[in-house]
C-alpha cells in the first residue's frame, strides 16, 4: 500500500487523475493509521473493562488528533472519563448539610433542656457530708506546729 502512495503522489496536480489519486491516498492513509492504532484503542478498552480506567484514558490518548481513530479514541476517552467521574463520586461521602452534626470520631453533643425545664435557677445542690467535729486533741509533740519552726530549715550559727 505504501508503494501505491508514493506513485500516486508523483501524479502533478494538473492532471485530470490528480483529484482522485489524492481521495486515494487519503484512504489508504486512514486504512494504514487505522491498522497501526486499532492495537493501541484496543488495549485501552482491555484496561478499561478491568477498571482501569485513568490508564485507558492515558493509552488512549497516544492516538494525535492527525489520526484515523482520532475521533473515537476521543469519544472513548470522553466516556471512562465520565466513568471515572461517577465511581469517584460515588465513593465521595455525601455533604453535610448540618455543619454541627458530629464526625465519626466526635461523641454527640448533648442536647439542651427544653425550655419548660430552664428555670434560670441552678438546680438544688445535694449538701455534702460534714466533717467529723473537731476534738480537743492536741497535735504530737514531735510534729512542729505553724507556729512552731523546725530548727533544721536555719542555718547554723556563724
Known amino acids: 500500500m505504501n508503494a501505491a502512495i508514493q506513485f500516486a503522489g508523483r501524479i502533478k496536480s494538473d492532471r485530470a487523475l490528480y483529484r482522485d489519486a489524492q481521495t486515494a491516498i487519503g484512504g489508504w492513509v486512514a486504512q494504514i493509521q487505522a491498522v497501526e492504532d486499532r492495537p493501541i484503542l484496543s488495549e485501552a478498552e ?23 481513530l482520532y475521533e473515537e479514541a476521543q469519544s472513548r476517552i470522553a466516556s471512562w472519563a465520565d466513568q471515572r467521574r461517577q465511581i469517584e463520586n460515588a465513593n465521595r461521602p455525601a455533604p453535610s448539610t448540618d455543619s454541627e452534626r458530629p464526625t465519626d470520631n466526635e461523641p454527640p453533643e448533648p442536647e439542651p433542656a427544653p425550655l419548660s425545664e430552664q428555670t434560670g435557677t441552678p438546680p438544688e445542690e445535694t449538701p455534702s457530708p460534714e466533717p467529723p467535729a473537731n476534738t480537743t486533741e492536741s497535735p504530737p509533740v514531735d510534729a512542729p506546729t505553724e507556729t512552731q519552726a523546725d530548727p533544721s530549715e536555719f542555718p547554723a550559727n556563724p
Not at 48 to 68: D, K, M, Q, T, V
Open 46 to 68: 482491555a484496561l478499561a473493562n478491568e477498571g482501569r480506567l485513568s490508564e485507558a484514558i492515558s493509552r488512549a490518548s497516544n492516538i494525535g488528533p492527525s489520526r484515523a
